[in-house]
């Protein structure tokens, strides 16, 4: 428990005065109610609303003019956002592009590495992946002949929850593991894995490394380069508000830059000659080769004005927020929702407790979570239900305060102390 935590709302009431960021929240259109889903779906920002309104007036204005003379000019958007955001994951600004969306990153990557690999190259992933990473692979290994349950190596999880990191070192001894393939955090219980150190042990092994970031870009600082990661991708629209279906991101390292992507498309083509038309493909120079389909401007505009706050706020500061409210939320949940009350103490932090070891969300696991994520939603707290038994909560630093997280929790303890969940069914066919 953080020291000097009281147990109630006078207390976070008085962290956001406090509160070195909560200007933040003006900046942003926060749907009604207590908005704790932007693990999922960051809400929509000023500045990205206005970036997207410029791409729209400049459609309507300069029309097929736009890829030259809008500003920024269409024809580089790509080279362009991944410029910025670069720093974001600690890379070479020509190792970063936005492109595609983040299976197709998968798809391509995995299928570039895996054609410069041997004959029975494996993959190394674990249990508790997002499961799209799971289908990508399985899919290029299919494409290539082999079967994808020879191919795929999966490291399992000793609780359910977490992945242990020694497990996954020593699963890369296997002479035929050729790629490890690793969320940075896992996905349903937040965990942050040891990019370094897992980077490292891969490649002592011989084996390139490779990170699914789409739950902590914009979160979580990186420093993919001087870890010396050989590939990495991640989506845009959770902790850098870039809107639904936005452009997703790459990272390919320096070194591996020259390869012919497994994907090939014209967008991908060097940009001097892109328009002269040859059937021959010429892979750009740099990460701006794994490009496929012309840039999607208009789901690219919002990331662009997105990017205005987390630059002037700063990823250390906003990891130092971050930290803060998920710590107030373990404690809060240990407080408040474990005391024994009529069944709340049926609730436990899946969460790592150590703060360097966690994302930006905390999982919080009740017998009956996917009711009570039903009953929250309808109080009008916004959260998500993940199988079997884990409602999600993300107080996401830019837009959330410490009293918003107090009364989140006061809700649950309401609706579990009453038994209103229970008037809910179990239903996983919609969207969470």
Known sequence: ???????????????????????????????????????????????????????????????????????????????????????????????????????????????????????????????????????????????????????????????????????????????NIEILFMPSVLYRSGQLLD???????????????????????????HALSNHDVDFAVWCSYKYLNAGPGAIAGLYVNQKHFGATPALAGWWGHEKATQFEMNSMFTPAADAGAYQIGTVPVLAAAPLDGALDLIEEVGIDAIREKSLALTSYLVDLVDERLGDGTDGADDCSVGTPRDPERRGGHVAIEHPDAERIAQALTESGVVVDFRPPNVVRMCPSPLYTGYAEVWDAIERWRGIVDSGAYERFDTDRSGVT
Not at 207 to 217: E, P, R
Request: with cysteine; proline share 5%.
């Open 195 to 221: 990019v370094e150190y897992l980077t490292r042990a891969a490649h002592e092994r011989d084996v390139l490394a490779g990170f699914d970031l789409a739950h902590s870009i914009g979160v979580v600082p």
């Open 1 to 175: 428990m953080d020291e000097g935590f009281e147990p109630d709302r006078t207390y976070a009431e008085r962290r956001d005065r406090d509160d070195p960021l909560s200007w933040c929240r003006e900046r942003f259109a926060v749907p009604d109610g207590i908005y704790l889903d932007g693990n999922s779906l960051g809400p929509l920002s000023a500045d990205a609303e206005r970036a997207l309104d410029d791409a729209v007036d400049e459609w309507r204005e300069l029309g097929i003019g736009g890829w030259t003379d809008a500003d920024p000019p269409w024809f580089r958007y790509g080279e362009r956002l991944g410029d910025r955001l670069a720093p974001l994951v600690g890379a070479r600004e020509s190792e970063v592009v936005v492109a595609n969306s983040t299976t197709v990153n998968i798809h391509t990557l995995i299928g570039t590495f895996l054609d410069g690999l041997d004959d029975g190259a494996k993959i190394l992933v674990n249990e508790l992946d997002f499961p799209t990473d799971h289908y990508a692979i399985r899919a290029q290994f299919r494409q290539r002949g082999i079967d994808p349950d020879e191919g795929l190596v999966v490291v399992e999880s000793d609780d359910g929850r977490t992945i242990d990191e020694e497990r996954v070192v020593r699963a890369m001894d296997d002479e």
